[in-house]
């Protein structure tokens, strides 16, 4: 699904940035690429605004100003992260092309780091709007290479159920097993739920 994250980028709307002043242009994306690097290092609950400041190299009131509460400071990096999002590009290969996203997102679970931003978020999902917000949109930022991969070959109502059963797949494997998704367990995987869909792509 390609959910790795380039720390260090962050996207500003270009009249923003004809409009805002450049110091303070620079001080949000210093406190964004720092609370982000903190969220996905160490999770949710350690990205304070005295953290963030230190890292950032900024007072406390600064960050204060521009993020009031420790879920604007989430919400930041979230968005950051979604927008650092890369995915393989489609080769109209249906089955190269799932196996493909699925072994971008085993290895970013792997990793621990996209563990620690989904648990931050599904932990505390129905306390606060802002949050259920937040998983919908790591949800359809990470998904939307394969929805769009899973429409362009399968019949409409088998699209959910296909992505469903092919991400909840590998997370449960990697996530709750703590076993290794392998390329031949993915490859598994996708045969099973494409024949299951009655598009049995497999080779």
Not at 1 to 30: C, H, K, N
Not at 70 to 87: E, F, P, T, W
Not at 157 to 184: H, K, M, N
Request: proline letters at 4%.
């Amino acid at each position: 699904m390609g959910m790795v994250v380039r720390v260090g980028l962050i996207d500003v709307e270009q009249v923003e940035a004809d409009s805002v002043d450049p110091r303070v242009l620079r001080t949000r994306r210093d406190v964004v690429d720092a609370a982000t690097a903190l969220f996905l290092a160490e999770g949710w609950t350690a990205v304070t605004h005295a953290e963030v400041a230190r890292r950032a190299g900024y007072s406390k009131a600064t960050v204060y100003a521009h993020w009031p509460t420790r879920l604007d400071l989430v919400r930041a990096s979230v968005g950051q992260i979604c927008g650092a999002a890369k995915h393989p590009q489609p080769t109209g290969d249906l089955r190269a092309d799932l196996v493909r996203e699925l072994v971008d997102f085993a290895d970013d679970l792997s990793r621990g780091q996209l563990d620690r931003v989904l648990g931050g978020v599904l932990e505390r999902a129905g306390t606060d709007p802002a949050v259920d917000e937040l998983r919908k949109q790591l949800w359809e930022e990470g998904t939307r290479s394969m929805v769009a991969i899973l429409r362009s070959h399968l019949p409409p109502d088998a699209v959910e159920p296909s992505l469903a059963l092919l991400t909840g797949g590998v997370l449960v494997r990697v996530a709750f097993q703590a076993r290794s998704a392998t390329r031949a367990f993915i490859e598994d995987l996708v045969d099973r739920v494409l024949a299951s869909s009655g598009h049995d792509d497999a080779p």
